[in-house]
């Protein structure tokens, strides 16, 4: 398919920080842009899961938030066990002083994605599929455009660009934004430096207070957390639209792999992930007769992944190759998944983006030779923003970590044990569990 020759604003990704940058655009009276996407279709796979509360209401405030609202399930809290009892359980009603939206949306990243294009879709918009960017360089006539040019040939010449493609972003490559660890090449933990994902149903289905919709549940095992999200059926015809259709509730399941145990298969098959199930996963999904009196196994896997849980920030979120070129989502930030921080963090960054984005154009229509102030202090502050949620993330990633090993001959306790400890019995307090529910909700950093 043929683009434009011209365009104010190129986006440049059609997952969710892309699609939300280019609603948010519509939202707030801008036009004129082209949004690309290098692959044919939008992904199939299921990935994040989690749309906390500062990310509806933001969703909101742009028209977004409905779609996803009527198909999500609204998580109720986080739900935090050993193998066999509950340790902690942080309810999100507690937030219904502070928004209109006093929950987490549970629903996949593919459907995320369906959603929002087909909002977008009706508000007259269409990705333009596929189309790979392999070079930018500034325009010779205007030093305010980049000649954006395309694996097939085509050439934009765009005013503003927004890199979303992701976090081997060739925006930032070409652009030459650098992007590492903010602790430095050889972060402090790095012990549970790898995960597992995978959507699966059960013969039979498992029964007990986790396999209920509703709860994010935390499983935690010496120096390793496990994560159970019952998605129930709600989900089944586009989570297997390439596979085999199945009418049994779909299980979330995720856990990190330990570095000792060696790197996880690239899209680990059925038998691994049942193996990891029955060594961290609670007793009522195992196929462990020890563990479970009423045993299951992993009958259908749907879909599975590995992935790192490193962090990477951009050394900078905007900057100039003739247009404006910014970096959000993962092109601009990666981090661990604990407290289901990212694609919400690239969600409000899309959104906060295109105000800015749309302020300063109106600004250059005012004044050709309006400055970038605008521009320059979004980009500040939201990258103070992803270094505090990064630090957030390794937090939470290191209290996981912690192993039920003593600490020393002299003192027969372990972190993990006191850590444990310590949520059982403040978990009992309400304030101790508001406190939990508003850090994960991101109100207080959106």
């Given at each position: 398919m043929s683009l434009p020759e011209n365009t104010t604003v190129l986006i440049v990704g059609a997952g969710p920080a892309g699609l939300t940058a280019a609603l948010s655009l519509v939202h707030y009276g801008c036009h004129d842009f082209v949004i690309?996407?290098?692959?044919?279709?939008?992904?199939?796979?299921?990935?994040?899961?989690?749309?906390?509360?500062?990310?509806?209401?933001?969703?909101?405030?742009?028209?977004?938030?409905?779609?996803?609202?009527?198909?999500?399930?609204?998580?109720?809290?986080?739900?935090?066990?050993?193998?066999?009892?509950?340790?902690?359980?942080?309810?999100?009603?507690?937030?219904?002083?502070?928004?209109?939206?006093?929950?987490?949306?549970?629903?996949?990243?593919?459907?995320?994605?369906?959603?929002?294009?087909?909002?977008?879709?009706?508000?007259?918009?269409?990705?333009?599929?596929?189309?790979?960017?392999?070079?930018?360089?500034?325009?010779?006539?205007?030093?305010?455009?980049?000649?954006?040019?395309?694996?097939?040939?085509?050439?934009?010449?765009?005013?503003?660009?927004?890199?979303?493609?992701?976090?081997?972003?060739?925006?930032?490559?070409?652009?030459?934004?650098?992007?590492?660890?903010?602790?430095?090449?050889?972060?402090?933990?790095?012990?549970?430096?790898?995960?597992?994902?995978?959507?699966?149903?059960?013969?039979?289905?498992?029964?007990?207070?986790?396999?209920?919709?509703?709860?994010?549940?935390?499983?935690?095992?010496?120096?390793?957390?496990?994560?159970?999200?019952?998605?129930?059926?709600?989900?089944?015809?586009?989570?297997?639209?390439?596979?085999?259709?199945?009418?049994?509730?779909i299980f979330r399941v995720g856990c990190a792999i330990p570095a000792k145990n060696g790197e996880p298969p690239h899209a680990p098959p059925k038998e691994y992930i049942q193996n990891l199930i029955d060594t961290y996963g609670p007793a009522c999904i195992t196929s462990d007769p020890s563990l479970n009196p009423k045993p299951v196994k992993v009958d259908q896997l749907v879909w599975s992944t590995r992935f790192r849980t490193r962090s990477a920030i951009a050394d900078r979120t905007f900057t100039r190759l003739g247009a404006a070129i910014f970096l959000v989502g993962d092109a601009a930030h990666i981090h661990s998944p604990a407290g289901g921080q990212g694609m919400n963090l690239a969600i409000r960054d899309a959104i906060f983006l295109a105000e800015a984005v749309t302020k300063h154009i109106q600004a250059s229509a005012e004044n050709p030779d309006v400055d970038d102030t605008i521009l320059q202090e979004f980009a500040e502050a939201r990258h103070a923003r992803a270094l505090e949620i990064i630090g957030f993330t390794k937090t939470l990633l290191k209290l996981a970590s912690l192993t039920y090993d003593s600490y020393a001959w002299w003192m027969p306790f372990s972190w993990a044990s006191i850590r444990d400890l310590v949520l059982r019995i403040l978990g009992g307090y309400d304030f101790v569990q508001s406190k939990v529910a508003w850090g994960l909700s991101g109100l207080g950093r959106r």
């Open positions: 690309v996407d290098a692959v044919g279709e939008g992904l199939n796979t299921s990935r994040a899961i989690t749309i906390h509360c500062a990310t509806v209401e933001a969703l909101a405030s742009i028209d977004a938030a409905d779609g996803l609202l009527s198909h999500a399930i609204k998580g109720k809290g986080i739900r935090i066990t050993s193998r066999t009892s509950q340790i902690f359980d942080a309810k999100f009603d507690s937030l219904k002083k502070h928004s209109a939206h006093p929950y987490t949306l549970y629903i996949p990243q593919n459907v995320t994605e369906l959603v929002l294009g087909q909002k977008l879709q009706s508000l007259g918009v269409q990705v333009q599929r596929p189309h790979r960017v392999v070079g930018m360089k500034q325009n010779e006539k205007d030093s305010r455009i980049t000649d954006v040019s395309f694996e097939d040939g085509q050439v934009i010449r765009a005013r503003y660009i927004i890199g979303a493609d992701g976090a081997r972003s060739i925006i930032r490559t070409i652009a030459g934004i650098g992007f590492s660890d903010p602790e430095g090449p050889h972060p402090a933990n790095n012990v549970l430096a790898q995960m597992v994902s995978a959507d699966v149903t059960f013969e039979p289905e498992p029964v007990g207070p986790v396999t209920l919709e509703g709860h994010l549940n935390g499983t935690v095992f010496s120096g390793n957390f496990f994560f159970l999200v019952p998605f129930g059926k709600r989900f089944n015809a586009e989570l297997t639209r390439d596979g085999k259709p199945t009418t049994k509730s």
